[in-house]
């Protein structure tokens, strides 16, 4: 008889981690796997800086005179709060980081269609990062994050064209991940992995490359004149010559309201695997499901002046704008009832990463409703430049995507780190994070429909909205802690979590199929899929569950 | 891509010849480009320089980039989504300009 | 050859590899054939970005072409039509040779390849540098934008004893020289990207079959002929009739 180990060593195992040691093995590869490492480790840097600058903001607020910094000061803050978690966290995050790793594994390939050019789409998002950073450090920018002319144009004392050319260059990463999944989902597919048996994050994925790929050319045109007309006194928006300033803004929310699509899309195909897997049933209506992620991608392309409604474009351009909106509404609703519909009936189980998944449920509900108070153009007229906007987007981006974030880092850390985390611990941060977004941003509906504008450091006009403000301070502090715990506890799981098997969840899906963590090719052989996807009946079918391994 | 070499390997004069024929219509086209801006047509001068300049680069996209021959319709269909979004673009925007009362 | 499999679009080769390890043919792809499909897809799709990048500029053209015709009509005849339309031609020439070079790879033409490569090039250089006699010209008219634009006493086309207002022009001369700027700055990338498919087909590296970076650097080159192809009459030509 063999003698039994009291304490199970991880078995070392060939994978994409230890294949080589070295820093220039990470810095040159071109693994998929690696690359997303790379990703999470450049997007967690900056989540920290925007996170920053929203402490920063969040402090000031707590009190009604513009005391802790000044107003030029706030302007710069507000500013580079929205570039860095929009353009440098939140656009790059799930695609980049969960993207990147899941989406060649799932649809059974070795890696993604244009590996050196995916290693290129860090290098430039890391550019762009390097830009920002020190952008901030000289000077900043305090045109908001929408760089509206003619202040960004003519007026702004502060670094616009280094700001306004760092986007660019991150956008350009984001267009080249763009191109690459979607080669990848067409031509690279597993045999038998039709386009029917593809999970729905890959769907989501597709989805989201659409938008990448058709919105942020336009950006990057919108930024080159604005920095071309900045350096080079090439007026295109200026007034003085006849420009039109509203024409910025067309052709900025051309892609800036797509791009909201692309932060919450990956975030929905991140749900709707946690949603199946936990409820341990085939999602409902798959192709609403596949098919509602396509409409939003198009559909929202057409419905960008609702940023625009009171900024001076025509009514009739406002009221087909308006009605496009309420239209693009449709598809995420199919979403949230397919979702409910497959936790109907199912057999719930309340891990961390559905934790996140209802919070998403709820949140992303209400932001997504607010967005229709706000399509309605006579709220809209009420409540725009307000802390209502804030909060809706807030509510979607954070409530929504981010959470979606930290669902699928959980779901999936074990098979991309070969451990797992601490589930009690990871519990606990899932509903700190969910009471302290709430206690953050729900006040702030109630603050911008009572009337406190946007972008104010100082309100002390309207002192009775202090109670509502050190709420929300109060609320960020706890988010701040939620979202330091899993932080702690991942690295912590790296040298000391239990060793993960290759399907600790039993979850369907080609990238359970392989070691966790993978080698470096993914599969030891090229799968041949003969099965529908979310195929949890066969899984969870007594002689089956027999042969797959329970989580360590 | 296989099925376009195929298709040249029919005959290999023939894609030539429909690269010089459409060499020509391009040069044509330039030439009457210019020569009906130098006209008259009031409204229409716009309409028929645009319209030429589209028939030109349906030339090039169909013959000399080989989307008339391609082998799967994924190549139209990608042509035929940035057209399409361009379209979005310019027509939406314009939606705007074209029913402002005050300019 | 592999009979395309009934899904449509995903190469399939069954569970092993090709027997053919040709020298270009990249790990991660189970064979040529979805390398090559591979690549043409992924210039497609680069191209519908780039059309996208080009439309926001087409876009603020439109809607200032509208709103201040008179005064676009007098810039316009104020670039040499001439120039323009001869650069046309050049670029259509081109696209001839480009397409010639495509065709020399798949039938094993290697001095066809090469000349047509280096003539693409050639008359690549020559659209630069009317291009550059262009601004030149623009630069001493003072129709360059910034402090010492002038545009005063510009008679309106069609329109005796009207005037340019030098505002509106100079509208037109932001995007003359970004729309056609950035043109000429793919244009130089294109030639850096012949620079290389040249020294790659001297090199022998392409054969009828593989030489796929000459199919999708043709897709490039001609994508900025189609952008030229439209610069021309926009720009040019806004009222040149008498």
Known sequence: MSMEIAIPQPVERENYLNKEYGVWSWLLTTDHKRIALLYLISITFFFFIGGFFALLIRLELLTPAGDLVQADTYNKLFSMHGIVMVFFFLVPSIPAVLGNFLVPMMIGAKDLAFPRINLLSWYLYIIGGVMMVHCMLTGGVDTGWTFYAPFSTNFSNTKVVEAGLAVFVAGFSSILTGLNFVVTIHRMRAPGMTWSRLPLFIWAHYATSIIQLLGTPVLAITLTLVVAERALHLGIFDPKLGGDPVLFQHLFWFYSHPAVYIMILPAMGVITEIIACFSRKRIFGYSFVAFSSIAIAVFGFLVWAHHMFVAGTSVYAALVFSLLSYAVAVPSAIKVFNWTATLYKGSIHYDAPMLYAFGFLGLFTIGGLTGLFLAALGIDVHVTDTYFVVAHFHYIMVGGAVMGYLGGMHFWWPKISGRLYPEGWARLAALIVFIGFNLTFFPQFLLGYMGMPRRYYDYSHMPEFQVLNVLSTAGATVLGVGYLLPMVYFLWSMRYGKPASDNPWNAAGLEWMTTSPPPTFNFDEEPVVTWEAYNYEELDAPSHAQEVPVAG | MSAHSTSSLHSSSSPLKTYFAVWIALLIGTGLTVYAATLDLGRFNAAVALGIATAKATLVALFFMHVYHASEKLTKLVVIAALFFLLLLLGLTMSDYATRPWS | ?242
């Open chain 3, 1 to 242: 050859m592999r009979r395309r499999s009934p899904l449509p679009d995903s190469t399939l080769v069954g569970l092993h590899h090709e027997e053919e390890h040709h020298p270009e043919l990249l790990h991660h792809f189970a064979n040529a054939e979805q390398q090559r499909d591979s690549s043409s897809l992924g210039m497609w799709v680069f191209l519908a970005t780039e059309v996208m990048f080009f439309g926001g500029l087409f876009c603020a053209y439109l809607i200032y072409r509208r709103w201040y015709f008179p005064d676009f009509a007098a810039a316009s005849k104020s670039i040499n039509m001439a120039l323009g339309a001869t650069n046309t031609a050049v670029l259509i020439c081109s696209s001839l040779t480009v397409v010639l070079a495509v065709w020399a790879a798949q039938t094993a033409r290697r001095t066809l390849l090469i000349l047509s490569l280096i003539a693409t090039m050639l008359l690549g250089v020559v659209f630069l540098g009317i291009k550059g006699i262009e601004y030149r010209d623009k630069f001493v008219e003072h129709h360059v934008p910034g402090a010492s634009f002038s545009f005063e006493n510009e008679p309106v086309p069609g329109h005796p004893g009207q005037f340019a207002n030098p505002r509106h022009a100079e509208i037109f001369f932001s995007l003359y020289f970004v729309m056609t700027g950035l043109h000429a700055l793919h244009m130089i990338i294109g030639l850096g990207i012949f620079a290389w498919l040249l020294y790659a087909a001297w090199k022998g590296r392409f054969t009828p079959e593989y030489h796929t970076p000459i199919e999708i650097g043709g897709l490039y080159w001609h994508f900025v002929d189609l952008i030229w192809i439209y610069l021309f009459p926009l720009l040019y030509l806004i009222d040149r009739h008498p």
